[in-house]
Structure formats: structure tokens, C-alpha cells
T-cell receptor
Framework: NAGVMQNPRHLVRRRGQEARLRCSPM?????VYWYRQLPEEGLKFMVYLQKENIIDESGMPKERFSAEFPKEGPSILRIQQVVRGDSAAYFC??????????????FGAGTRLSVL | AQSVSQHNHHVILSEAASLELGCNYSYGGTVNLFWYVQYPGQHLQLLLK??????LVKGIKGFEAEFIKSKFSFNLRKPSVQWSDTAEYFCAVNTGFQKLVFGTGTRLLVSP
């Protein structure tokens, strides 16, 4: 069973470009979470999604950031018009329904976004 | 808002030394507690977790952690570290919502 797969592992963008980060959850997992780790900080929750639904986006910046988890395909975190402050590591995690109550999340290796 | 403090940002130890990494959280209610480890270039991996019951929990690779409710602490320990334990360690708390609150992490370097 492959783990949570994130791609790309490293992404370089210039200011004003768009960044698309992909996350394929573990097989059988229907719940996806995105976290951001700024330099010298801990991981901060951004958004929690189920298939085709955003459940909790309380950690998402109000502008330029969006996330989706379609019926088919990976979850996508999209950042429009990136700025230098968006440079960070973005981690995706997934959970199966059976482990939701205990909030056990399985993490990917992260995508490191660098904005020039 | 809930928060998690990891006081040691960088720790350097020699092989066979004992390890204790501190973790304190701020939340007065029921919590689930986790320690994750990230080896260089790899994904975050769950080391151990506490939900209820025995406050001393054992995890993988010889790690253990003790939940002390009165101190709001969940410190990670290992009696004898190995070079392969070099990694970044994260403490995390869940307070009943579907999200984890993480500490800032502790980078452990074990010298052979």
C-alpha cells in the first residue's frame, strides 16, 4: 500500500505565478488535510476535505489559496499569484473513515515551494 | 486557541546517550497526543500516540512518552539513541476537531 504521495517534491515559482500542489491519499482514504510549515515554525493546519467537499478551511488564507478533492484524482492545493511569503513546505495527510475518531493522519513527504 | 510548545529546537547527542524532548500544550479539556518523526527527505511518520489509559505509551524504535496531565506535558524519551535517530521530531495535539496542532519541532543530531 503506497503511502501518501505528494508532487512535485520541490516547486520553484516567480512572484505572480500560480502554484499547484498535488496529493494522492493512501488507498481507501477519503479524508485529506493540508498543512503549511513556514521556516522555523511548526506545521499549521490549512484545510480538511472529503471527496468533493471542503469540511474545514479555517486555516486557509482568505485570498489566493484554494483546495479541492474531486471525486476522481488527487487533491489539489492551488496558490494564485504567489508571493515570497508563500515559500514554505506544504504537507498533505490522509485518514481512513475508521480512524477519524482518533484523528490518526498519515503524512506525505511534503512539497517545498520556493518563490523567487 | 490551542498551542504546543517544544522548548528544544536543536539537540545534539552522542550515540548511546539518553534522550528527552519536551512538549507542553495549552488546552484544558480532553486531548489526543502524538509524536511524529521526519527523517531527512522522508514523510512524517507516527512514532506514538496517546488517547487514554496508561499515561506511559510505547512507540516504535524504542521510543516512549509520558502524559502528565497536571503539567500539560507529553515528553518523548529514549534510553539510548542511535545515529539513525537523527531526524526532526514533532509533538502534536488534537482537541476533538479534525486537525492537529503541531509544535515547532526539534532537530536531533546524533553523532556516531
Amino acid at each position: 500500500n503506497a503511502g501518501v504521495m505528494q508532487n512535485p517534491r520541490h516547486l520553484v515559482r516567480r512572484r505572480g505565478q500560480e502554484a499547484r500542489l498535488r496529493c494522492s491519499p493512501m488507498k481507501g482514504h477519503s479524508h485529506v488535510y493540508w498543512y503549511r510549515q513556514l521556516p522555523e515554525e511548526g506545521l499549521k493546519f490549512m484545510v480538511y476535505l472529503q471527496k468533493e467537499n471542503i469540511i474545514d478551511e479555517s486555516g486557509m488564507p482568505k485570498e489566493r489559496f484554494s483546495a479541492e478533492f474531486p471525486k476522481e484524482g488527487p487533491s489539489i492545493l492551488r496558490i494564485q499569484q504567489v508571493v515570497r511569503g508563500d515559500s514554505a513546505a506544504y504537507f498533505c495527510a490522509s485518514s481512513p473513515m475508521a480512524e477519524l475518531a482518533k484523528n490518526i493522519q498519515y503524512f506525505g513527504a511534503g512539497t517545498r515551494l520556493s518563490v523567487l | 486557541a490551542q498551542s504546543v510548545s517544544q522548548h528544544n529546537h536543536h539537540v545534539i547527542l552522542s550515540e548511546a546517550a539518553s534522550l528527552e524532548l519536551g512538549c507542553n500544550y495549552s488546552y484544558g479539556g480532553t486531548v489526543n497526543l502524538f509524536w511524529y518523526v521526519q527523517y531527512p527527505g522522508q514523510h512524517l511518520q507516527l512514532l506514538l500516540k496517546y488517547f487514554s489509559g496508561d499515561p506511559l505509551v510505547k512507540g516504535i524504535k524504542g521510543f516512549e512518552a509520558e502524559f502528565i496531565k497536571s503539567k500539560f506535558s507529553f515528553n518523548l524519551r529514549k534510553p539510548s539513541v542511535q545515529w539513525s535517530d537523527t531526524a526532526e521530531y514533532f509533538c502534536a495535539v488534537n482537541t476533538g476537531f479534525q486537525k492537529l496542532v503541531f509544535g515547532t519541532g526539534t532537530r536531533l543530531l546524533v553523532s556516531p
